[in-house]
């Protein structure tokens, strides 16, 4: 185990639900990602937390609502997504940028199914 | 922007053989770092060896070791001594130095997914 963890670990909803992810690291860590890893593509950053605050938004819709209420704690809000963002959604942890560790650890995903 | 690839979908190698997983990178920073991660089947992905650009030594993990070739932009992971455990998908990644805009960002690669047979 590397010290961040995640749940759910499966989550199927509709697209018309409201739903949370939520992640945790018990690292000491003080800037946190969510990543997108969908089949045969390369994992996707799609927002990046650092000291509680947001430093990095790829362009991903609205539909997906980040929240990082603390540095050992991540929430990804879902509201009436996609069949296309069925994926793994996989977060992680670090140092802030200019640590000289900052290796970010993963924790172990939550597998998203919209039907 | 940077871009990763990883020519080799999949690989195999018997058991306690040696095998090299590829990777090229593009960028036009001069110091930034590479890292291969691991991650298998139904398990949580973690870190398996780093690398600094601004450091010529190859950097080793007991069993892991890299070819790094900064003029060539290439990232090679060779695996010594394959055991069953090593089977997972592998994924280099790199990431600009801090303070470089993007400097958070982990850039992956497709992933190379490696079977080790008994």
């Known amino acids: 185990e590397t010290g961040v963890t995640q749940t759910p670990r499966h989550l199927v909803m509709g697209m018309t639900n409201k739903k949370s992810l939520k992640c945790e690291q018990h690292?000491?860590?003080?800037?946190m990602y969510w990543y997108k890893q969908s089949a045969k593509k390369p994992l996707e950053l799609m927002f990046v937390y650092s000291l509680e605050e947001r430093v990095e938004n790829n362009s991903v819709p609205s539909r997906f609502s980040p929240e990082c209420p603390n540095s050992s704690h991540l929430f990804l809000h879902l509201h009436t997504l996609q069949p296309e963002d069925s994926a793994l959604y996989l977060c992680?942890?670090?140092?802030?940028?200019?640590?000289?560790?900052?290796?970010?650890?993963f924790g172990p995903g939550t597998r998203l199914t919209v039907t | 922007a940077q871009t990763v690839t990883q020519s080799q979908p999949e690989m195999s190698v018997q058991e306690a053989e040696t095998v090299t997983l590829s990777c090229t990178y593009d960028?036009?920073?001069?110091?930034?770092?590479l890292f291969w991660y691991k991650q298998p089947p139904s398990r949580q992905m973690i870190l398996v060896i780093r690398q600094e650009a601004y450091k010529q030594q190859n950097a080793t993990e007991n069993r892991f070791s890299v070819n790094f070739q900064k003029a060539a932009k290439s990232f090679s992971l060779k695996i010594s001594d394959s055991q069953l455990g090593d089977t997972a998908m592998y994924f280099c990644?790199?990431?600009?130095?801090?303070?470089?805009?993007?400097?958070?960002?982990?850039?992956f690669g497709k992933g190379t997914k490696l079977s080790v047979i008994p």
């Open positions: 990644a790199f990431m600009n130095p801090p303070f470089v805009a993007g400097s958070y960002q982990l850039t």
């Open positions: 992680a942890s670090s140092q802030a940028t200019g640590s000289i560790n900052y290796e970010q650890y």
């Open positions: 690292l000491g860590h003080n800037a």
């Open positions: 960028t036009s920073e001069n110091n930034y770092y």
